[in-house]
């Protein structure tokens, strides 16, 4: 694509771990090769600094990486949007700060944007709007939330779309339990088990639904402190914390054996180390964000456990649901599944279009053919006849066409 005259639109899907990196790296440095800037977009500090580390170590020495996020001093920040401006930068890495009206390309050529479902259509279209005047640059979404064929086809349907299915070689597959609270010794050999792998060299992530109040991050990191976990090395991190980034550092270098913490590590945290995860009340989560939180042991190549605790009854919908995703570990097959359980609307994790996507005669499950023959239709339509098509769409509100447009 990226050796075309036109701008590339690509959505590249594929499991936690699979790669994206690897295929985002090689493409923006073709780039970069061509005269031209990349600049790779993520949806928190944590992720930005972890993708710049792991970039930086992809890459040519000749190749200058600059980091940029709303935390930086003042000094540090500037001297970034000087060597971004003047070229000097060859990938800019950042979170939102990249799109801020402050930040001018030399000549933005290659656009990643990881994690897409984390941001709007305004927040892409500014950044794409950033390439010199009368040209656009590449666009490569990323996911580890795999899409539907459906959705795919609908809410992206300008997209073409690029799927990893395979995990890098040396990865052993995560073995998942589901703990019901109500047989007690599964919840004993639970935390018994954290305490072997911790004494294996290894760590563990203990996931809450909350931050206070009974089950909650607070709640439970003092419990196992003074009770099943005595002893180990527990910190606790959650979203209102200003030193969050510090402490995932501290994480990540090893110096904590037990991580208790909200869902801030579902996406992207790579902790080689981490070996078993513990997710507590996992019928509060969504079957993707489930998946993701999963993804994140198994990632150093030692052999990884997920336990899903759940207080739910074992004849409820939501036990069955938990035991599904505990079965299964694609998450090509749980983003169907995800599909039976949820709407449409919501799959994607946030409103795209600023409301509420709700198809009123459409089912995403059971019209798979009637939309792909549209999609197919369409496309043709636009291939053989691109007047009519212009004429066939004239009449779409100035709206919803700006949201075309952008999308």
């Not at 970034?80 to 000549?107: P, Y």
């Not at 990643?112 to 709007?129: A, K, N």
């Not at 030692?302 to 899903?308: D, E, M, R």
């Not at 505990?326 to 795209?352: H, N």
Request: aromatic content about 4%.
């Amino acid at each position: 694509d990226i050796a075309r005259p036109e701008p590339m639109t690509r959505l590249l899907q594929g499991e936690v771990g699979s790669g994206k990196t690897l295929v985002a790296v090689a493409a923006m440095l073709s780039a970069v090769d061509a005269g031209h800037q990349a600049a790779l977009l993520a949806p928190t500090e944590v992720l930005a600094h972890q993708h710049a580390r792991s970039t930086a170590a992809m890459l040519p020495e000749d190749i200058r990486l600059t980091v940029l996020s709303g935390s930086m001093k003042v000094a540090e920040k500037r001297q970034a949007l000087l060597d971004i401006v003047s070229g000097q930068a060859d990938i800019v890495i950042g979170t939102h700060a990249i799109i801020q009206e402050s930040v001018e390309f030399f000549s933005l050529g290659f656009v990643v944007i990881d994690e897409q479902h984390r941001f709007g259509v305004e927040q892409r279209d500014s950044l794409r709007l950033k390439a010199p005047e009368g040209t656009f640059p590449h666009v490569l979404v990323m996911t580890a939330t795999p899409i539907p064929r459906t959705i795919a086809m609908t809410v992206f349907g300008d997209l073409e779309v690029s799927s990893l299915h395979e995990l890098p070689g040396g990865r052993k597959p995560i073995q998942s339990s589901v703990v019901p609270e109500g047989k007690p010794a599964w919840v004993r050999r639970a935390w018994q088990r954290i305490r072997e792998e911790v004494a294996a060299g290894h760590q563990a992530y203990i996931v809450c639904p909350r931050i206070e109040g009974e089950g909650g991050v607070l709640e439970l990191a003092e419990e196992l402190q003074n009770g099943a976990l005595a002893g180990l090395r527990i910190m606790v991190l959650h979203g209102r914390m200003d030193d969050k980034d510090d402490r995932m550092a501290a994480f990540a270098r090893g110096e904590v054996d037990v991580l208790v913490s909200t869902t801030v590590i579902e996406v992207g945290v790579d902790v080689a180390n981490a070996t078993i995860i513990l997710i507590r009340e996992s019928e509060n989560f969504g079957v993707s964000q489930l998946h993701q939180l999963r993804g994140r042991v198994g990632r150093g190549g030692n052999a990884s456990l997920c336990l899903f605790h759940t207080l739910s009854a074992p004849d409820s919908a939501s036990f069955e649901r938990i035991n599904k995703i505990a079965a299964t570990s694609s998450g090509f097959e749980l983003t169907e599944l995800d599909m039976d359980y949820r709407r449409e609307g919501d799959v994607l994790g946030t409103r795209q279009s600023g409301r509420q996507r709700t198809l009123q005669l459409l089912d995403l499950n059971e019209d798979l053919l009637i939309i792909e023959r549209a999609y197919e239709d369409a496309y043709q339509l636009v291939e053989d006849n691109p007047e009519l098509a212009f004429e066939l769409t004239a009449e779409i509100r100035e709206k919803e066409q700006e949201y075309l447009d952008k999308a």
